[in-house]
């Protein structure tokens, strides 16, 4: 774990919205312009990324996206993640990474219906799942702050 200590956490910078999978991206052309929003969402992003993502993805691209905070100064972070084939145990797999780095972040999920029902209930439960889990691991002691939190996403209201 990189121990950046309570003084370094309470001087940096906040991030208070961040998609660290996003980073995946990077580089991965695409076909042709997207004509519109929707376009670029359901001819590239849905497909070509969020569908596509696993734990193993997931933890890769929560250390690139956390060695690119520390080194920009930000501390502390708030991340949406949406993989909705990596359910169960995604923002767990985060999770693991944040905590290895020892930035302050809240994980959430976005839970959808976009791929169907069932995979909505699976995201609300994946929150759920998460939040009760990092509040059973409250270890402040002394100068360590809690670190890691979850959330119940509220992201996108327009994807079902």
Request: charged share 20%.
């Amino acid at each position: 774990m990189v121990d950046l200590g309570a003084k370094a956490l309470s001087a940096g910078f906040v991030d208070s919205h961040r998609h660290c999978y996003g980073v995946l991206a990077h580089g991965i052309p695409a076909d042709n312009a997207p004509e519109d929003f929707w376009a670029f969402l359901n001819d590239f992003w849905w497909g070509r990324i969020e569908d596509r993502l696993d734990h193993d993805m997931l933890r890769a691209a929560m250390n690139l996206a956390c060695y690119d905070m520390i080194r920009s100064g930000v501390t502390t972070f708030f991340d949406c993640l949406e993989a909705p084939n990596a359910l169960p145990g995604g923002l767990h797999a985060q999770g693991e990474v944040v905590q290895h780095w020892g930035l302050r972040g809240m994980l959430c999920f976005e839970a959808t219906e976009r791929v169907n029902a069932a995979n909505g209930e699976l995201g609300l439960q994946e929150n759920v799942d998460f939040i009760r889990a990092c509040q059973k691991t409250v270890t402040s002691v002394g100068d360590s702050p809690q670190l890691l939190y979850g959330a119940m996403c509220h992201h996108t209201t327009f994807t079902w």
